[in-house]
């Protein structure tokens, strides 16, 4: 029988994000949006609580197992708190997630141990590509293998924190089997191009790149997984159900601000949470919120059961982007005027919720 009630260690981290996201996250949020810089501090308070090194299993140097429902329940509480430091403070699991998944003994060996360590692992990862109609099954960004050298040729966009990371993993097209695979690449490799940081509508407080490579020569032990390769369609479910976790965060977030504010907010003589459209607004927001999150947590299930999850993760990405909208846009109405001031939260939480249909490969579970 499914069973969603949280462990005892499940709902001491829930609490533990809770307070950080409310106490901490909150409080730099809307700084952080307007300077469009990452409060450091804050997310090196998020970092050393230890949630990519309690994913790695104790027999790889890590203090944990890795747990697809503890991750969607902790990238939850994160998002609450704001999705950009939420994404910053997981974006070393785009890496350390696939490596420990899927890694050679010697990728393990060598990559771990950085995410180990109590300073901010810096590593990231590269899939999203410039333009329309993004298929993740058919990059343009291609891998030539010739005489045990891969080249890599191509550009990705929205690669965070691509500046300061030492380690990117790089998905691409691998010209012979027409595979999506993905490989390990130091940024100083010659042919590695980080380009100026992109300016986006949300997630200002995340830096985001495009980076290019030409020609970019790797030894043949570069590749994930070796000559196995690694399971690329359950690596997009993962990333499918981390940013669905996230869109319900953000989506709660917006839903609990607009009903203290209905609740609170007095016209005529009554409250506007007692006005027929406002109450039904926030039923439906209500709904669409819990509804999301057992999507997700459905698709969790599965992936810690070794199920394949790659139906249930779809329909939780999508229905995830289009709840994240509508609850976002709804908060936004019931604060009227005051909803599109910069000073409340909700006009950048309609930001970032706009944003889900395109984020995908920027969290992982």
């Not at 993740?136 to 965070?160: S, W």
């Not at 407080?205 to 994930?224: I, N």
């Not at 109450?279 to 992936?303: C, G, N, P, Q, T």
């Amino acid at each position: 029988m499914v069973s969603f009630t949280p462990t005892e260690d499940q709902q001491l981290l829930i609490e533990t994000l809770r307070r950080y996201a409310v106490n901490d996250i909150r409080q730099i949020a809307h700084e952080a949006d307007e300077e469009s810089a990452p409060q450091m501090t804050v997310v090196n308070t998020g970092w050393q609580m230890g949630l990519v090194p309690s994913a790695i299993p104790e027999d790889l140097g890590g203090f944990g197992e890795m747990s697809a429902i503890t991750s969607v329940l902790a990238a939850e509480e994160l998002a609450f708190g704001d999705l950009s430091v939420a994404m910053h403070v997981m974006t070393p699991a785009l890496f350390a997630y696939p490596v420990t998944l899927y890694g050679t003994a010697e990728q393990k060996e060598n990559l771990l141990p950085m995410f180990l360590e109590e300073e901010f692992a810096p590593a990231t990862a590269a899939l999203l590509e410039p333009g329309v109609l993004f298929d993740p099954f058919n990059l343009k960004t291609t891998a030539t293998v010739d005489g045990g050298k891969i080249t890599l040729n191509g550009v990705k966009a929205y690669v965070p924190l691509a500046d300061s990371a030492e380690w990117l993993l790089v998905y691409a097209r691998n010209s012979e089997t027409g595979a999506t695979d993905a490989y390990v690449v130091q940024k100083n490799t010659p042919g590695v191009e980080i380009e100026k940081r992109e300016l986006l509508m949300g997630l200002r407080a995340l830096p985001t790149f495009r980076v290019k490579f030409t020609d970019v020569v790797l030894e043949d032990s570069a590749k994930l997984g070796g000559a196995a390769g690694c399971d690329f369609k359950a690596l997009m479910s993962r990333s499918q159900v981390a940013v669905a976790a996230m869109a319900v965060g953000v989506a709660r977030a917006s839903y609990e601000y607009a009903l203290s504010y209905a609740k609170e907010r007095v016209q005529f003589g009554k409250p506007i949470a007692q006005n027929q459209a406002i109450a039904f607004m926030l039923a439906d927001m209500a709904i669409e919120v819990d509804s999301a999150r057992l999507m997700v947590w459905e698709a969790a299930w599965k992936m810690d059961q070794g199920q394949d999850a790659t139906a249930e993760a779809y329909l939780a990405k999508q229905y995830a982007d289009q709840m994240a909208l509508f609850v976002t846009d709804a908060g936004l109405q019931i604060l009227g005027g005051y909803g599109f001031i910069r000073e409340y939260p909700v006009e950048r939480w309609l930001r970032n919720g706009r944003g889900f249909p395109t984020f995908d490969g920027l969290a992982m579970v």
